[in-house]
């Protein structure tokens, strides 16, 4: 009769062996989770890939241009500084008749006021034989020792005697003078009609001493 053999029961170490590999099942779940993963990569990968670009940014605004004004306008010059600023009065410049004989001026008169002037140009030489005269501002000055003694102004419908002294030196009792100037007076005439000989005159004699006490 064959012997039979007898199973023989595991040893220790065997079941410590069996007892070691039972973990492997539970290492399943995370070797699927890994897996998971790495399809999930690629997909999001697509994802971001399908995402649009952001929008480019806008550039910097350009700088402002000068005002043209400001940049094409000179300077403004500077004001020049008016008589009265600086303590000296302007004075008209000499004309170009000045100091030259006063013939000429009675030779561009009309007939009526030339008629005039010359009869006052006579009681002027009659009351001051001495006297010198001279165009001075386009008028027949006349002047005794360098004073002035009397003037003659012609104007579009009249004539002008010129007195020179100071107010209240010529006695009108008619009121035919005019003017209250501290300088003097003046007599104006249309006609040789208006002209009062006598007192004109007594004027032009006042006048002449005048000019002679001055000098």
Excluded: Y
């Excluded at 004539?159 to 104006?188: C, M, Q, W, Y």
């Amino acid at each position: 009769m064959k012997s039979k053999t007898k199973a023989r029961k595991p040893k220790p170490a065997a079941r410590a062996a069996t007892a070691k590999k039972a973990p492997t099942k539970k290492a399943a779940p995370a070797a699927k989770k890994a897996a998971a993963k790495k399809a999930a990569a690629p997909t999001a990968k697509k994802a971001a890939a399908k995402k649009p670009a952001a929008a480019p940014k806008k550039p910097a605004a350009a700088p402002k241009k000068p005002a043209a004004a400001a940049a094409t306008k000179p300077a403004a010059a500077p004001k020049k500084p008016a008589a009265a600023a600086t303590g000296m009065a302007s004075k008209p410049a000499p004309r170009v008749d000045f100091g030259k004989p006063i013939d000429g001026f009675f030779g561009k008169q009309p007939p009526p006021l030339r008629a005039i002037l010359d009869e006052l140009r006579g009681l002027v030489r009659e009351a001051a034989p001495d006297a010198s005269s001279s165009l001075k501002w386009g008028m027949p000055f006349f002047e005794v020792g360098g004073n002035m003694m009397c003037a003659l102004g012609a104007h579009k419908s009249h004539v002008n005697l010129i007195l020179s002294g100071p107010p209240g030196t010529f006695a009108d009792p008619e009121g035919r003078l005019s003017g209250d100037g501290k300088t003097g007076r003046h007599l104006k005439l249309a006609s040789l009609d208006d002209l009062p000989h006598d007192a004109v005159r007594g004027w032009l004699r006042i006048a002449a001493e005048l000019a002679r006490g001055k000098a």
